[in-house]
């Protein structure tokens, strides 16, 4: 599904973000990626997406090339991948059915399509009741529950989920673990950047650890291996 | 998946269009004000812009139909014998660059006096102070000054007068009125460019979280670009209603004025129609372009898709 060979960044302010990373992660893997702030996690994370590109290195997304690929052909990427962040990026002004069904609509997808994912979705991370809801109205792991449902609505191969449960208590954490497992157990690849700790020491997956722009350690069912 | 059926991809090209229109026009509402500003500055730029156009075009035709109709009138001395007025009529014929030479008598000018002055003048018959003329016209306008000189070197002349200086003073005036309006114009294009652009930006940051997300779940570049382009095209457009019911107005107004004072005149307004259509399409053009322009400087910076 993922293959690096290689893959260098720098920024332009001169940061080297990744030094020569090489990893492959099959489809239907569950992987967390582990390290301190600023080893390039995000980075690591935002290529799967191309929000960034290599500078050196070659890099494969199902079968696409990250640094060839063409900008008009990154939202085509783009429909294969679902990406979950810390802080949901719901909108505002439309209530949960909208913030679901935005995903299909802006890809054009039919009317009819639409509304048989968006409710299947929406049943599936438990919230189909409360679809005509408006994000302030929801705590936060409602929001995490509609951003994630929003990622599968299209029902994409990867999903990538940038801290999802940085802005959760333990509890409604390991209901979004859960939620990440059954998306997981349908054959969809999730690769999870993480600080919890105990998500990564209790629910084993294989971890890839990035310090210093590599990879210091990967292992499959390994522990979380830091202190913080 | 349903790519291989064209109506359906027709159907939905619509509905996405609905959908572009649709949130560009609630964006205009939302900026209220900046939409104001701009929609203004579009309708002062488009104004001036239309009436511009009005004027010049108008003073080319008055130059062309005066320049076409330049004539070298010849004053034949009163002391010329028929014989030598005939000889005088060969030559200038006989010019090079000379299209035409009618001869008229003393006699027939005075009777075209009367005619358009009335018939005081007839007292004149008794002793006519007018001189034989040859009216000899050039092939081509820019050759009237050589054919007048070289004619005022025959014998048997009184004098040649032609619109020596009247007509490279309109010139004059014309190409440095020209120039001043079009820098005028353009600083002002600039300005109401610079204004929808500023409000294309306000919309853009509004939705910044929106289009983030449109670029995160696959939407095209087209996709998120369009409504923008949109609103931009709707701030031109409202821009240019008001220019071009105030010029067709205008023109209105000043052809049923002119146009009867001027029958008979060597040179001629242009006539409403097509003209006022065509300064209208071209102040709504020029709107719809400011207008996408405006929103494309815009995208090009804010929103890199």
Known sequence: MIQMKNVYKKYPNGIVALNGLNVEIAQGEFVYIVGPSGAGKSTFIKMMYREERPSSGQMLVDGKDIAKLKNRKVPFLRRDIGVVFQDFKLLPRLNVYENVAFALEVIEEKPQIIKERVMEVLDMVGLKHKAKMFPRELSGGEQQRVSIARSIVNTPKVMIADEPTGNLDPDTSWDIMNLFEQINSTGTTIIMATHNREIVNKLRHRVIAIEGGLIVRDAAGGDYGYED | ?305
């Open chain 2, 1 to 305: 998946m349903y790519a291989t059926q064209p109506e359906v991809i027709t159907a939905m090209k619509i509905r996405t269009f609905g959908r572009h229109i649709k949130e560009s026009l609630k964006s205009l509402g939302r900026n209220g004000w900046m939409t104001f500003a701009s929609v203004s500055a579009v309708t002062v730029t488009l104004l001036l812009v239309g009436v511009f156009v009005m004027i010049m075009m108008n003073l080319n035709k008055v130059a062309d139909d005066l320049e076409n109709d330049v004539e070298i009138k010849v004053f034949v001395s009163l002391d010329a014998e028929e014989e030598d007025v005939a000889e005088l009529e060969e030559e200038i014929s006989g010019l090079e660059g000379v299209e035409s030479a009618d001869f008229s008598t003393k006699e027939e000018e005075l009777t075209d006096l009367v005619l358009d002055f009335g018939e005081e003048l007839s007292l004149f018959e008794q002793s006519n102070p007018l001189f034989d003329v040859f009216y000899v016209k050039a092939t081509e306008p820019q050759q009237t000054e050589t054919v007048a000189n070289e004619i005022a070197a025959f014998e048997y002349i009184e004098d040649v007068e032609y619109g020596e200086g009247k007509i490279e003073k309109l010139f004059n005036f014309l190409n440095a009125g020209r120039n001043v309006g079009l820098i005028l114009i353009l600083a002002l294009l600039f300005t109401a460019m610079f204004l929808i652009s500023n409000t294309i930006r306000i919309t853009i940051v509004a939705r910044r979280t929106e289009i983030e997300i449109m670029k995160l779940v696959g939407a095209t570049n087209w996709f998120v670009r369009v409504p923008f382009i949109l609103e931009g095209m709707w701030l031109g457009i409202l821009g240019s209603i008001i220019p071009i019911g105030l010029v067709v107005l205008l023109y209105q107004k000043i052809t049923e004025f002119v146009q009867p004072r001027l029958s008979g005149e060597l040179f001629q307004l242009l006539e409403f129609s097509p003209f006022i259509y065509q300064v209208s399409a071209l102040i709504l053009a020029m709107g719809v372009f400011i207008g996408i322009w405006g929103s494309f400087m815009s995208i090009r910076k804010f929103l890199r898709v």
